[in-house]
């Protein structure tokens, strides 16, 4: 079970929220890579940061484009993150620089800090961010409370809802 703060608020993303935010992240990154130029690749962080990975390497024009798998969560209960596929060596070398390593959200950090041990160099940037794990993050676009749970669009389906005025 989770042991961090309940998450009394809701944060619910529509899928063209997450296409424009995630496009002012890659227009935020254009152009930062090392020596102020293009990122080599992007590592995905699966299973949320593909989506936003697919957007940031089509929005930078990057083609190479790989994963790295880290389970942490079910559904909103957090154990100890662990890689459970990692990205080619090769496009990673030695300490993933000029790797951009794109994630949907950074809730706690520990994800982000378990694939910043492994890749030190590599940039790390999310969509959406938790103060608590800020500190884990190179870019992101908006911040939520740390008591918020972030919906995704591909968590969610359209349901029928009641009138408020609801006949009985
Ligand atoms: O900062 P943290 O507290 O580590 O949490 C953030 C991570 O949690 C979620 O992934 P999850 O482990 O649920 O897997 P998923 O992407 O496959 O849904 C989210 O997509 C981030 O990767
Ligand atoms: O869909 C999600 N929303 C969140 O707020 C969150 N935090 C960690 N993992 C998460 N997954
Ligand atoms: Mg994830």
Same mark, same amino acid.
């Given at each position: 079970?989770? +042991?961090?703060?309940?998450?009394?608020? #809701?944060?619910?993303? *529509?899928?063209?929220? /997450?296409? @424009?935010?995630?496009? &002012?992240? %890659?227009?935020?990154? +254009?152009?930062?890579?090392?020596?102020? #130029?293009?990122?080599? *690749?992007?590592?995905? /962080?699966? @299973?949320?940061?593909? &989506?936003? %990975?697919?957007?940031?390497?089509?929005?930078?024009?990057?083609?190479?484009?790989?994963?790295?798998?880290?389970?942490?969560?079910?559904?909103?209960?957090?154990?100890?993150?662990?890689?459970?596929?990692?990205?080619?060596?090769?496009?990673?070398?030695?300490?993933?620089?000029?790797?951009?390593?794109?994630?949907?959200?950074?809730?706690?950090?520990?994800?982000?800090?378990?694939?910043?041990?492994?890749?030190?160099?590599?940039?790390?940037?999310?969509?959406?961010?938790?103060?608590?794990?800020?500190?884990?993050?190179?870019?992101?676009?908006?911040?939520?409370?740390?008591?918020?749970?972030?919906?995704?669009?591909?968590?969610?389906?359209?349901?029928?809802?009641?009138?408020?005025?609801?006949?009985?």
């Amino acid at each position: 079970m989770s +042991d961090r703060l309940p998450h009394e608020k #809701g944060f619910h993303v *529509s899928w063209d929220q /997450i296409h @424009r935010d995630a496009r &002012a992240l %890659a227009w935020r990154l +254009d152009g930062k890579g090392p020596d102020g #130029g293009a990122w080599r *690749s992007v590592v995905a /962080i699966t @299973r949320g940061g593909m &989506a936003p %990975a697919m957007i940031v390497s089509r929005e930078l024009d990057i083609r190479v484009v790989d994963t790295i798998s880290v389970k942490s969560y079910n559904h909103q209960d957090q154990s100890q993150p662990r890689v459970i596929k990692a990205p080619q060596a090769e496009i990673m070398g030695t300490d993933g620089e000029g790797v951009l390593v794109v994630d949907d959200l950074v809730d706690t950090g520990k994800t982000l800090e378990l694939v910043r041990k492994l890749y030190p160099k590599a940039h790390f940037a999310t969509v959406y961010a938790k103060p608590a794990g800020r500190a884990m993050v190179d870019t992101y676009i908006t911040e939520v409370s740390q008591d918020t749970w972030i919906f995704f669009p591909w968590d969610m389906a359209l349901q029928y809802v009641q009138p408020y005025r609801g006949a009985d």
